[in-house]
């Protein structure tokens, strides 16, 4: 019996929906792997389709296709290593999350994922049928088993094909970033190698879906947990991997092995790939955004400059009488130091119009919040104007602080196509900003060094809506508030949790009250990079009217 088994794992980007595109993807890591004499050529969970695929799945006609694009690779793969790849399946009226194993032209075998994530981002429960708990297959001279993602987070799935032959697990994944998720999926992994006794190959697929983003970091632990091969993060890339047979079964040669970031730089990372494969898979090579002079749209323009490139982002500076000069310079400077196109629109003339316009109406009525937010509509409605005109997507510069309370006009500065920063603390987007300022990669499409100056970062964040405004005029400062939110948020606490880790009780009160009052402002919203384990949207559903309150009869 031969003593050597190649696998080639194919950390790669597929796109929702391609059939086509991503099945060429899937050919040419076979080529790959061919010209290296695999055996195996391996990718990741439901690639023929794009993950995730939400209900677009369901719909016959698509996954009748996909069927057919997996019948077709089979086909075109005949002559060379075998081809691991995941899909939609279909039994009787049963629709399965499937992962085949194509050899000889044709599918060889049908691996069924068994437990169905129903938690987070993932509604598999109501999409996909339970498959059986199904025992290895073989390639080559080896027998290998395959638990589908969250199959490889339970014993049951690993023990049975461990007890039914498999030498070798290749566990295919599509599972997204979140801070702290690598830490995770390693400890379980690690799990299943030392009950098993076998050796594992975690393989998870790189690149952004709407608000997900899967980090890739792929890698193939020894029995015992022992790491032979770790990939990178946010990368694609194909690696080949050599398995030698000793006394006690396959053992994974050691091979490459990527370091991973810290929090803060995978954290930039996640939101450049996010808005670069929002922009690339929705038809999207420009952006436009109001550069304010403050910290959150400053952010916001150098990772559109990072994600695209700087020639492709268009600032807008919409200035009233109530702008400062420091926010008229500090926009300047950061358009020009990373490089980007700087247009100069006031507002005073349109506003002056819609005032005069509504003057009729509005007489007798003191100026209030109304007035105010004419000014962010009138500023929505130029930016989207220009984004029609220009066809550059415009993006949405508000954090998850402000988000989370309502602290946005809707339909003013909440109107855009993405908001990379959506869940992101305003505490947090210091950090990334000095993290910027500070470091430089090779993926990052803009110059490295300061290009944000240090005064947007320090002064009082304010909305410039009325005469010396700040945003601690109306909210807890961003400490107190951001506090506040990781308990109410990201951990589903109460007030009184609040209070047990020394915020008062009044302001956790009128927090609480401004998360769930705009709830229907984030319905609204444009989609953003995911960052946490509660972010707004799939994270986290509330209704819409919600009359509850803490302590309230």
Known sequence: ???????????????????????????????????????????????????????LVIKPAFHMAAIEEIRALARDCADGPALAIGGPWIEGTELFNAYFILKGGKIASTQL???????????????????????????????????????????????TQAET?????????G???????????????????????????YLNMVGGQDDQVFDGGSFVLNPGGKMAVQLPVLEQCIEHVDFERIDDGWRA????????????????????????????????????????????????AVIAADAIGPENVRCVMLPSEYTSEHSLEDA??????????????????????????????????????????????????????????????LLTTGNKSEVAVGYATIYGDMAGGYNPIKDLYKTRV????????????DWMKAPGGEVMPPRVISKPPSAELRADQKDSDSLPDYPVLDGILE???????????????????????????????????????APGARLSERAFWLDRRYPIVNRWREGRR
């Not at 105010?372 to 929505?380: C, F, K, P, T």
């Not at 950090?431 to 500070?438: E, G, V």
């Open 1 to 55: 019996m031969a003593d050597r088994f190649r696998l080639t794992l194919a950390q790669l980007n597929p796109t929702v929906g391609d059939l086509a595109g991503n099945a060429s993807l899937a050919r040419d890591a076979w080529e790959a792997g061919r010209a290296a004499d695999a055996d195996l050529v391996a990718l990741p969970e439901m690639f023929v389709t794009g993950y995730n695929t939400q209900d």
């Open 113 to 159: 994922k068994h437990h169905l994530p129903n938690d987070a981002v993932f509604d598999e429960v109501r999409i996909f049928d339970a498959g059986p708990i199904g025992g290895p297959y073989s390639v080559g001279n080896t027998r290998i088993g395959s638990p589908i993602c969250e199959d490889a987070w339970y014993d049951d799935v690993a023990e």
């Open 165 to 173: 032959g498999a030498e070798l697990l290749l566990v295919p994944n």
């Open 175 to 201: 599972s997204p970033y979140h801070r702290g998720k690598y830490e995770v999926r390693l400890n379980h992994m690690i799990a299943r190698t030392v009950e098993t006794g076998l050796p594992l190959v």
């Open 253 to 300: 040669v050691e091979g490459r092995f990527d370091r991973h970031p810290d929090t803060l730089e995978q954290d930039y990372r996640v939101m450049v790939t996010a808005l670069r494969d929002y922009l690339a898979k929705s038809g999207f090579s420009k952006v436009l955004l109001g550069l304010s002079g403050g910290v959150d749209s400053a952010i916001v």
């Open 332 to 393: 300047k400077a950061v358009a020009e130091r990373l490089g980007c196109r700087y247009d100069f629109v006031p507002i005073q003339q349109g506003r002056d119009a819609i005032t005069e316009t509504l003057a009729p109406h509005f007489e007798g009525r003191d100026a209030d919040l109304t007035e105010e937010n004419i000014q962010s509509r009138l500023r929505g409605l130029l930016l989207m104007a220009m984004s029609n005109k220009f066809g550059e997507m």
């Open 430 to 441: 210091f950090d990334i900003c000095r993290w910027r300022n500070a470091n430089h990669r």
């Open 487 to 525: 308990i109410l948020v990201d951990r589903d606490g109460s007030i009184a949790d609040c209070v047990a880790e020394g915020y008062s009780a009044e302001d956790a009160a009128k927090v609480e009250h401004l998360v769930y009052v705009s709830e229907y402002k984030r319905f609204q919203s």
